[in-house]
């Protein structure tokens, strides 16, 4: 999983002395804030009832997340547009790809409960993460994800998938709000140093299998949703365990 996502603020690669051009860290930025973009076109796709779409755009949007941290490392984005706050650009850019227009495609597509307890639980994914997104220490300096990492997106293509009802739902959602304020180290597959080359090898066959389960949909291979349940069972307990051994 890649979640909200590669800042385009951290790590500077180291400078010769020369500002790098302008051109190529303002194309970064652009690239970054077609995210905006996609969020609406989920919110969208949601309201028309496109599940597949939601979920197909879900999957841009955390590739584009997931390369865009990289770019800006290359082009050396904040030394070239140091006026400009691509880490802030990320985090509004995931806010909306990440939670909300995931929550949108939860209300819209009935898979939460009616009335008012609905409401209450589409509010905690909106209020849970813009505690997280603004959190200082949201990314600790070896690169985890401190408290659950906004994975709004990845529960409901799972409830879509898996065709979970509003109770069961409910629960994912209340467990996941509560977990973003339990100070867990969530791996960040392309930036923790630990099992790199692991991480990175799970997060693309996940990746992978959401495209392939998305084609597949209403009627997925249960191969390929348990390979896919199966990375999301080793990426827990691997920031559990990690976070327990420190």
């Known amino acids: 999983m890649t979640n909200q996502g590669s800042s385009h603020a951290q790590a500077a690669a180291v400078t010769d002395g020369t500002r790098p051009p302008r051109g190529p860290?303002?194309?970064v930025h652009v690239y970054t804030a077609t995210g905006s973009v996609l969020a609406f076109l989920m919110v969208v796709a949601a309201v028309q009832r496109e599940v597949s779409a939601a979920l197909w755009l879900f999957l841009v949007a955390m590739v584009i997340d997931g390369t865009d941290g990289f770019l800006a490392r290359k082009f050396r984005v904040k030394e070239a547009t140091p006026g400009f706050d691509g880490a802030l650009l990320d985090n509004i850019v995931d806010y909306l790809t990440y939670c909300f227009a995931p929550v949108v495609l939860l209300w819209i597509g009935g898979f939460l409960p009616a009335g008012w307890p609905g409401w209450v639980v589409a509010c905690l994914p909106l209020l849970a993460s813009s505690y997280q997104f603004s959190r200082a220490d949201a990314k600790t300096e070896d690169h985890y994800f401190l408290g659950f990492p906004s994975y709004w997106n990845a529960l409901a293509f799972y409830v879509v998938v898996l065709k979970l009802g509003p109770v069961a739902t409910s629960v994912l959602i209340v467990g996941c709000a509560v977990l973003v304020f339990v100070p867990v180290r969530y791996v960040y597959p392309s930036r923790t140093v630990t099992l790199w080359r692991t991480n990175m090898a799970g997060a693309s066959i996940w990746l992978l299998a959401w495209?392939?389960?998305?084609?597949?949909?209403?009627?997925?291979?249960?191969?390929?949703?348990?390979?896919?349940?199966?990375?999301?069972?080793?990426?827990?307990?691997e920031s559990v365990y990690l976070t327990v051994r420190r």
């Open 211 to 237: 495209a392939a389960i998305v084609a597949q949909l209403p009627s997925p291979s249960p191969v390929l949703v348990a390979i896919s349940l199966g990375y999301v069972a080793f990426y827990t307990a």
């Open 25 to 27: 860290a303002i194309a």
